[in-house]
C-alpha cells in the first residue's frame, strides 16, 4: 500500500498530524490561526470607535463629512461579524479550541459588540437632534435618555456573554427540533449587526427628536433580546468540509451578489429579518400552546344497547 498523501488527509489533521490511534494536540502554530480572527475583531471594534468619536468632532463642526466616519464605523462591526463567525469555526475545524481562546474571544465581543455600537447608537441617533432655544429641557432628558439606554444594551451585552461563559448546554424557553442547534437569545453579534446595518442604511446623525425615540426604544429592545432565553437559530451545524447541492451554491452566490451591488438594504433587511426570527418562533409557540389549550375535548361515542 501506498503512503497517504497529503490531499487525503483532513484540515484537523493537518494541523494535528494523522489520527494514529491516540489523540494528538495540534501543533502550536494552528492556534495563532483563531487568535489572528479573534484579534481582528477587536482591531474592527477599535476602528468603530475611533470612527464614531470622528464623526461626533465633524459633527460638532457642522461638517457634512461626519455621516463618512460614521459609516466606516458600521462597516467595521460588519466585518467584525463575519470575522467572529470565522474564528470559531476554524477553531473547531482545527481542534484549536481553548480556556484562553474562549475568553479571549469574550473580552473581543464586549468591545466590538457591546461598546462599540453602544457608543454609534448614542452619538449617531441622540447627540444631534435638532432642538429650538426654548426646548433645553427636551435635550437634556434626551440626552439622559441616550445615556441610559446606550449603558442598557452594554449591560445587556455583559450579561449575555457571562451567561454564555457559565451555562454548558443552555436550553432556550421554547426548545426546537434535537437535532438543531441554536442560540438562547439573540447573539451579541447579530445584536450589533442589526444597529450597524441601521446606521449604514442612511449614515446622516439623527435631527428628528420623534425618530431620535424610535432609535432608542429600538436600541433598548434589542438588548432585552440579548438576554431574553428565545430562540435563535444557529449555522453552526453548517460545515464548508461536505459536498454541497447546488442549490446551496447558488444561494451562496445570490447572497454575494445581493451585498455587491444593494448593500444597504440588503443587509438591513437580513439583520432585520434575523432579529424578527427569534420573535417569530416564540409567537408560533405561543399560539400552538393556546391552540392546543383551546381544543374541543372528543365527544364520547354513543353506544346502542
Known amino acids: 500500500m501506498g503512503k497517504t498523501g497529503d490531499n487525503d488527509l483532513t484540515l484537523r489533521e493537518r494541523f494535528a498530524g494523522p489520527s494514529g490511534g491516540e489523540k494528538k494536540r495540534p501543533r502550536r502554530a494552528a492556534y495563532a490561526i483563531p487568535t489572528f480572527f479573534t484579534s481582528a475583531n477587536i482591531f474592527l471594534g477599535f476602528i468603530a470607535l475611533v470612527q464614531s468619536f470622528e ?50 474571544d469574550s473580552l473581543a465581543d464586549f468591545i466590538t459588540f457591546g461598546i462599540a455600537p453602544g457608543v454609534l447608537a448614542f452619538v449617531w441617533g441622540v ?24 449603558f442598557f444594551y452594554l449591560l445587556c451585552c455583559a450579561v449575555r456573554l457571562a451567561r454564555f461563559n457559565v451555562q454548558t448546554n443552555p436550553v432556550p424557553k421554547n426548545p426546537g427540533r434535537p437535532d438543531r442547534k ?12 442589526l444597529l450597524a446595518s441601521i446606521v449604514y442604511f442612511d449614515s446622516v446623525p439623527v435631527h428628528s427628536f420623534a425618530f431620535s425615540i424610535v432609535w ?4 433598548g429592545l434589542v438588548g432585552l433580546l440579548m438576554v431574553s432565553t428565545w430562540r435563535y ?36 433587511a437580513a439583520a432585520t ?26 365527544l364520547p361515542e354513543h353506544q346502542i344497547g
Open 233 to 268: 437559530p444557529s449555522f453552526k451545524q453548517v460545515t464548508v468540509s461536505k459536498p454541497r447541492t447546488p442549490l446551496i451554491v447558488l444561494l451562496i452566490g445570490a447572497v454575494a451578489f445581493g451585498i455587491w451591488e444593494w448593500s444597504q438594504p440588503f443587509l438591513l
Open 55 to 104: 464623526g461626533a468632532l465633524q459633527a460638532s463642526a457642522g461638517d457634512s463629512a461626519a455621516s463618512g466616519h460614521f459609516s466606516l464605523a458600521a462597516k467595521a462591526l460588519g466585518f467584525a461579524v463575519l470575522s467572529d463567525g470565522i474564528d470559531g469555526r476554524v477553531a473547531r475545524m482545527t481542534n484549536t479550541t481553548s480556556d484562553f481562546g474562549r475568553e479571549l
Open 127 to 150: 447627540r444631534y437632534v435638532v432642538f429650538s432655544a426654548a426646548e433645553n429641557v427636551a435635550q437634556t432628558h434626551l440626552s439622559r435618555a441616550g445615556y441610559l439606554v446606550a
Open 273 to 298: 429579518t434575523y432579529a424578527l426570527t427569534g420573535i417569530v418562533i416564540r409567537l408560533g409557540g405561543i399560539l400552538r400552546r393556546y391552540r392546543r389549550g383551546h381544543q374541543p375535548a372528543s
Open 216 to 219: 432608542l426604544i429600538l436600541v
Open 182 to 193: 441554536y442560540f438562547v437569545g439573540m447573539p451579541s453579534p447579530a445584536a450589533a449587526g
